[in-house]
């Protein structure tokens, strides 16, 4: 992975290659920064940098031989650890061992790639990922070992907020005695889920969104784009690359989730002071409760967004509006009047709580239609 090819984060790029070249590597790091923001890839890069000994600014310059390992993800001295779920062939405490071949194929597909994302390549259904104390485990193991190359050995935890108290725990302890020459890089999006022993013990790094010429440019050097083009996906993707890509592709999660949400919201109109509508929002949320409750949670958090949008707009603030529903005669400047400063805050409340409900395993059919309800009552609100 050549930190050329990481889009924007210069003077990240230029501090980590810097102080390993002085000789200055934290023996834990925490990447902090939004999804898209190139977190895992300048992990991956950073660990390249440092295990194959290379110079200068860029992964060149060292052991070629190990900079080909680098290529497929299968560095023997480089360690993932990454949430996972129990599947048919893995019935029981799961690992990221099991998983490590789906792993690569998923960094090699788009390193970018959201955890969402990750969910979707494993098949995940009606099951919530998370690090167990298995993968801790294992790393216990693996740094008892001597290197391979007889350097460092670098462990990188993505989504480490998704680590449960047992493995949390366990980090702990191998952060508070670290072993010679070992390197832990933690990634994560959300640090107020990381427990605080662990954040203590860890140089924080933080990544900011990409800027919007530097996506524009990436589009339009690696997709052929024309500028204009290009320009807009990238005020659309708001710093995230991952989601300028799946917007170009018309492949992205939000394609799907604009069409539920239309319909929710025509259901909730057609609902008010017509029973018979009631029916049409207990069909709709019977079938978002058929999808996972990663699903679920990622189209919850987007009905916020797109609300948020909607008021934003209503107080003419469009400078700030990227979202543009392609939905046939669905226009936000329409949907906007009903969504004000008198009825936001309830609507938040009521999406955040019930993703709350779902990621602690409520009954989403419930869940969704009482969200449904209370929805007709808060757009109609004046």
């Not at 194959?52 to 060149?60: A, I, K, M």
């Not at 797109?306 to 329409?334: C, D, G, H, W």
């Amino acid at each position: 992975m050549l930190f050329s090819e990481i889009l924007g984060q210069d003077y990240l790029k230029n501090h980590l290659t810097k102080s390993a070249l002085s000789g200055r590597i934290p023996h834990a790091q925490l990447f902090l920064g939004p999804e898209g923001s190139g977190t895992l890839p300048m992990a991956i890069a950073y660990a390249q940098f440092i295990l194959c000994q290379n110079s200068g600014s860029e992964n060149t310059g060292g052991n070629e031989a190990c900079n080909l390992k680098f290529a497929h993800f299968s560095h023997p001295d480089l360690h993932f650890i990454y949430p996972n779920v129990t599947t048919e062939e893995i019935k029981s405490k799961p690992k990221s061992l099991d998983f490590i071949t789906e792993w690569r194929a998923f960094l090699q597909q788009n390193i970018y790639g959201s955890l969402f994302d990750w969910y979707q390549h494993l098949g995940v259904q009606n099951k919530q990922g998370e690090i167990r104390v298995e993968d801790a485990e294992d790393i216990v193991k693996s740094l008892a070992l001597k290197s391979y190359e007889g350097g460092y050995k670098v462990v990188i935890i993505w989504m480490a907020e998704k680590m449960n108290t047992a493995a949390s725990n366990k980090l702990l302890k191998m952060l508070e005695e670290p072993s010679d020459k070992t390197l832990f890089i933690l990634i994560a999006e959300h640090e107020e889920d990381i427990i605080q022993t662990i954040l203590s013990r860890c140089q924080v790094l933080h990544f900011s969104a990409i800027p919007e010429k530097i996506i524009a440019d990436a589009l339009t050097a690696q997709h052929d784009l024309d500028p204009r083009t290009a320009a807009k996906i990238a005020h659309q993707a708001q710093g995230n690359y991952n989601k300028a890509q799946q917007i170009l592709n018309e492949s992205g999660e939000d394609v799907v989730f604009e069409k539920w949400f239309v319909d929710w919201v025509r259901a909730a109109f057609r609902a008010k002071g017509n029973a018979s509508a009631i029916q049409d929002l207990i069909q709709w949320s019977e079938q978002i409760a058929g999808l996972g409750r990663e699903t679920q949670k990622k189209f919850l958090s987007y009905c916020i967004e797109l609300f948020r949008q909607a008021l934003l707009l209503n107080y003419q603030t469009t400078s700030l509006v990227y979202m543009e529903p392609k939905i046939e005669k669905f226009k936000l400047e329409n949907f906007a009047p009903f969504v004000s400063g008198n009825n936001i805050q309830d609507i938040y409340k009521e999406l955040s709580d019930a993703i709350y409900h779902i990621e602690r395993n409520g009954n989403a059919k419930i869940i969704l239609t009482d969200l449904s309800i209370k929805l007709t009552r808060l757009i109609h609100k004046s």
